[in-house]
């Protein structure tokens, strides 16, 4: 292997060593051990569970006589006498359940409004701190709630709008920014379980909502004339609860270190380390950690300053900028563009393999398969999130071993061939289920199979390509411009799938399918397999050889500058048998090829 990147291994063997030897491995063990961190990140996970929850509730809702009936006013509850001057506003309301068009902006205002909560959370993150950035965030949240709750004031779909709009805004901030303080809380030897566990948050929040829709639509009874309106403010409203925990636990958690030590507060943070580890503040675990975050600090102020040198002074305008200018700069090289178009593409193909139409109307779609009832179809969409929670897990086990390739282009062509099938049936029975159920359950069985393909694989393993193709230079952008292509394509297809169901029926899911078997294509062929590449590996891959190489020779004399080689020579020595300083500098090409070849 080339010579920077084998003593950038041999720096980190020598400091995972140490920890392992301080702290033992990771693993079950590694949990327990710090279970102060793992409790807080699993409480910051409720982040998570809003934004999953916020996926799934819609749709449920948009099933339920009673909110047709509050938003269309075309059967007002007894106590409403609408004069003539309101029956044109009735009539216009009620479009938004009735016009499929605007059914879809009713559904996907939420994602608009995530795309631009998720641009502006890493400017707040960053100057507000994690910390305070996720009160920012469930306080904007608890707002938009509130606002849809006024619906039932008569304000109808404009309370609608406005609030799940701002929800959104307050869903997409939290999914970007609790990832962020889980990892910079989370000691490395449990790192990756604890940001995985957002994942399994957000698969949780979509399973208790589709369940709480369903047991909520039988309050009043399920007919249009006896339902309540407590059968569909429920829901709404119940997401309040773990809102205003959120709010009020943040108010207790510690900051960042990672966030204290890049804005000068040392001190705060090396007690913050102590804390969170439970060992002293002059214990030489903390210190090795304490100077492996400052080390990555002073590295991304070198990058700045190096890159963007007029944005090199850490004022709120310049860190607004620097996203915006950053991501810019990724467009402007062969090199950077090919991890632009795996990142932005790969999310693209992600959202239009049709999870989300699933996930925003499973009962609209299990009606159109002939479960004709309400309830039947909302039992059926609590299927769906169960087996997706359950079918998510596997992939945080094995993906490492398993590799990204193979997992991406099976799921893929999982979920399309379930597409096609679905077309299939619908296009022989789609006017005769009532003699045909077998036939309907036969569809829904292979929605449920599309749900377990895209949860072991495109759910969780889209994220994971997006988030290791870059370099440390540029990896926050890079990702921050995966997760905009997933948020807008998010929005499109919410905004596009009432239409398409109502008007080319069965060739919604042949349009889902052919776009999935382009997707498995696309991976296939064009994405490299990244599982267990150094970063100087991926520059190899993607042609721009050097740009790792030169992160870690940054990274280096940052090392020796506060004193973090020194502490970790002898233990390098132990580990490697050769201290990482003496290693040549420059790499050789095909050695990294040949390793390339062999992963």
């Known amino acids: 292997m080339g010579g920077a990147d084998a003593g950038a291994g041999a720096f980190y063997d020598a400091a995972l060593h140490k920890r392992e030897t301080l702290m033992g491995k990771s693993g079950p063990s590694a949990l327990i051990k710090n279970f102060r961190v793992f409790r807080i990140a699993l409480f910051a996970c409720i982040g998570g569970v809003l934004y999953g929850y916020n996926q799934g509730m819609f749709s449920g809702i948009l099933a339920m006589p009673a909110f047709e009936r509050r938003i269309c006013l075309l059967s007002p509850p007894p106590v409403f006498q609408p004069t003539h001057a ?24 939420l994602e608009l409004g995530a795309w631009i909560g998720t641009l502006l959370s890493g400017f707040i993150a960053e100057v507000l701190s994690r910390k305070y950035s996720v009160l920012v ?17 008569g304000v109808g ?7 799940r709009f701002i929800t959104g805004m307050g869903v997409g901030s939290l999914a970007m920014i609790i990832p962020i303080y889980n990892s910079e809380v989370a000691p490395p030897e449990v790192r990756g379980a604890l940001v995985a566990t957002q994942q399994l948050a957000i698969c949780f929040g979509i399973m208790i909502s589709f369940w709480i829709d369903y047991g909520t639509n039988f309050i009043g009874g399920t007919s249009a004339e006896t339902q309540s309106d407590a059968a569909w403010l429920t829901p709404i409203c119940l997401q309040l609860a773990p ?6 636990g943040m108010i207790f958690m510690p900051f960042s270190p990672r966030w204290l030590v890049h804005h000068g507060r040392e001190e705060e943070a090396r007690q913050v380390l102590s804390s969170l580890r439970g060992l ?3 214990h030489e675990l903390v210190e090795l950690e304490f100077l492996e975050i400052k080390a990555q600090s002073l590295f991304e102020k070198r990058s700045v300053a190096e890159l963007f040198p007029n944005l090199r002074e850490q004022t709120a305008w310049n860190i607004f900028k620097l996203q915006f200018v950053s991501i810019k700069k990724l467009f402007q090289t062969r090199a950077m563009f090919k991890r632009v178009v795996v990142a932005t593409v790969t999310m693209f193909f992600q959202q239009w393999s049709g999870i989300n139409a699933v996930l925003y109307y499973a009962p609209s779609i299990f009606k159109q398969l002939g479960l004709d009832d309400t309830s039947t179809s909302l039992l059926a969409t609590g299927v769906v999130g169960i087996v997706m929670f359950i079918a998510t897990i596997p992939a945080v086990l094995w993906i490492d071993r398993v590799g990204r390739k193979p997992v991406l282009t099976v799921g893929a ?49 889209a994220w994971i390509i997006v988030a290791e193709i870059w370099p440390l230079s540029t990896r926050p952008y890079g990702v921050a411009l995966g997760a905009s292509s997933n948020w807008m394509n998010n929005f499109i297809v919410g905004q596009v799938t009432p239409d398409m169901l109502e008007g080319i029926t069965y060739g919604t899911y042949i349009l889902f399918g052919i776009l999935t078997y382009m997707g498995a294509a696309f991976v296939w062929f064009l994405v490299p397999e990244t599982k267990r590449l150094t970063l100087e590996e991926m520059d190899i891959i ?22 973090l080689s ?32 062999a992963v």
């Open 243 to 248: 809102a205003v925990i959120l709010f009020v």
């Open 280 to 282: 002293s503040p002059d």
């Open 566 to 597: 020194r502490i970790l020579r002898a233990e390098s020595s132990n580990t490697t048998g050769t201290p990482y300083e003496t290693l040549p500098e420059k790499g050789n090409a095909s050695d990294h090829s040949e390793r390339i070849q």
């Open 86 to 109: 309101n029956h044109r506003l009735d009539v216009d309301m009620g479009e938004y359940v009735t016009d499929s068009t605007k059914k879809g902006w009713l559904t996907a205002i």
């Open 542 to 563: 993607f042609g721009s050889e050097g740009t790792a190489a030169a992160d870690f020779e940054r990274m280096a004399e940052i090392n020796n500058e506060i004193g």
């Open 137 to 153: 965030a469930s306080a904007v949240f608890m707002l938009g709630v509130v606002i849809q709750a006024t619906a039932i004031t």
């Open 413 to 461: 062509i999982g979920m399309a061939t379930c597409h096609i099938i679905i077309a299939v049936i619908v296009a022989k029975n789609i006017d005769q289920w009532e003699s045909h159920k077998a036939a309907g359950w036969a569809a829904v069985c292979m929605v449920w199979l599309f749900v377990i393909h895209f949860g072991y694989s495109w759910g969780p393993c």
């Open 157 to 163: 779909h404009d309370a609608i709008l406005a609030g």
